[in-house]
């Protein structure tokens, strides 16, 4: 079943502790992306990645980093959170963003910082 | 500034009421234009899309969206909603010649049985 997977689903952490939340598509998705969606602000993109190796930021990238050394996988990396990080996040893929195809999106997860 | 509004934030519709929610894009190129639906609990779903010809497309569940380019809009109607329409929708924009996707703040649907 083609889809995006996301883990965790949810978590608690505390201020400072290095976190890392996974994302893996099985469609060999060139693009993937993370957002975090808060409420009355909508989903706004941290960072994307066009292909293996090839990231760039979106609109809300301090705080958070990204690597994508497979295809299939974007892991979303919070070095030292915050709790101003706290929010539901999701990742995202399509086979191609140049063509503008629609985004495939995994399950979200729900980030707690205290 | 590139941007996608939505300028229903909650709206609270009676069942079988019809439905209009707007989206108006700032984007001085093209643009690809979407409306996703957001159940409870659930990840987002693409409902429909537009990239080019009939301004009026439809998509799932009865849902249809009309693009007019002269006003910069793109809204969701549906004549008669159900119960199960009760999610969060969200328009957003993919801008041509760029990686950028950008979504509205969303708008909250309850529908009364």
């Known amino acids: 079943e083609a889809q995006v997977t996301q883990n965790p689903r949810y978590l608690i952490t505390v201020t400072g502790k290095k976190l890392t939340v996974t994302c893996s598509q099985n469609m060999n998705h060139e693009y993937m992306s993370w957002y975090r969606q808060d409420p009355g602000l909508g989903l706004r993109q941290i960072y994307y990645?066009?292909?293996?190796?090839?990231?760039d930021k979106g609109d809300v990238p301090e705080g958070y980093k990204v690597s994508r050394k497979e295809k299939r996988n974007f892991p979303l990396i919070l070095e030292s959170p915050s709790p101003n990080q706290t929010s539901l996040y999701f990742c995202?893929?399509?086979?191609?963003?140049?063509?503008?195809?629609?985004?495939?999106f995994g399950s979200g997860t729900q980030l707690s910082v205290l | 500034a590139q941007s996608v509004s939505q300028h229903n934030h909650h709206v609270i519709l009676s069942e079988a009421a019809s439905l209009e929610l707007g989206c108006n894009y700032s984007?001085?190129?093209?643009?690809?234009l979407f409306w996703y639906v957001q159940y409870p609990g659930q990840h987002l779903q693409l409902l429909l899309k537009?990239?080019?010809?009939?301004?009026l497309v439809k998509g799932i569940k009865g849902f249809e969206a009309e693009f007019i380019k002269s006003k910069f809009s793109f809204n969701l109607r549906k004549p008669s909603v159900q119960w199960s329409d009760t999610a969060e929708y969200f328009c957003a924009a993919g801008l041509k010649g760029t990686y950028k996707y950008i979504f509205g703040t969303g708008t909250r649907l309850k529908v009364l049985a």
């Open positions: 984007y001085g190129g093209t643009v690809n």
């Open positions: 995202a893929s399509s086979f191609s963003i140049a063509t503008n195809e629609k985004l495939f």
């Open positions: 990645s066009m292909n293996v190796e090839v990231t």
């Open positions: 537009y990239f080019s010809g009939d301004p």
